[in-house]
């Protein structure tokens, strides 16, 4: 099994109870199991998405949202999604997750980026664009931009979502 980067949008009520029912729980089940429509599975795609933003001159503000976009923050205390038999994060670093304000400035800088503008910077030829990305894109049958812009443009649809909703994102690698 591949370890991937989830993200999950939920409600802050749902991650309070949540907690509660960790704090309740003999075992600190959360009972973590959020609606299958607000989670996204971005697979191996956040180190090549960072690469591409790298290699094509992206600036740093916009960077840096993509970047908390990708990793979250730890503000907010998720170590009870993190407590063993229930971990949702077993097989990488702990849960992070942004605010419904983070939420909200990152979508804002998501929507502001044009990310085949950043797709055409690299060589035409798919095999020379994957040896320039690194990170394994020579492996993605097909080649890496159609992946990659296939994956920025679900992270930046479900963070628009979120921010719509007022939503809460969770962060994980499973």
């Not at 960790?22 to 998405?49: E, I, K």
């Not at 290699?55 to 993190?82: C, K, V, W, Y």
Request: net charge negative; proline share 7%; with cysteine.
């Amino acid at each position: 099994m591949a370890v991937t980067q989830q993200l999950a949008r939920i409600p802050a009520e749902y991650l309070a109870s949540c907690r509660q029912s960790a704090d309740a729980s003999p075992d600190g089940d959360p009972l973590w199991d959020p609606p299958s429509a607000d989670v996204l599975d971005l697979d191996w795609a956040p180190f090549l998405l960072e690469r591409i933003c790298e290699l094509g001159g992206l600036d740093d503000l916009h960077r840096s949202a993509l970047r908390q976009a990708l990793e979250g923050d730890t503000a907010i205390d998720l170590a009870f999604l993190n407590t063993h038999p229930h971990t949702i994060a077993p097989f990488g670093p702990n849960p992070t997750a942004l605010s419904a304000g983070q939420v909200d400035r990152v979508a804002e800088l998501l929507g502001q980026i044009d990310f085949p503008a950043l797709l055409a910077t690299l060589p035409a030829d798919e095999a020379k664009a994957a040896s320039l990305i690194g990170n394994g894109a020579d492996k993605i049958v097909d080649g890496p931009k159609k992946y990659v812009l296939g994956h920025f443009n679900a992270l930046r649809e479900f963070y628009h979502a979120a921010s719509q909703r007022q939503l809460l994102v969770v962060l994980w690698w499973d």
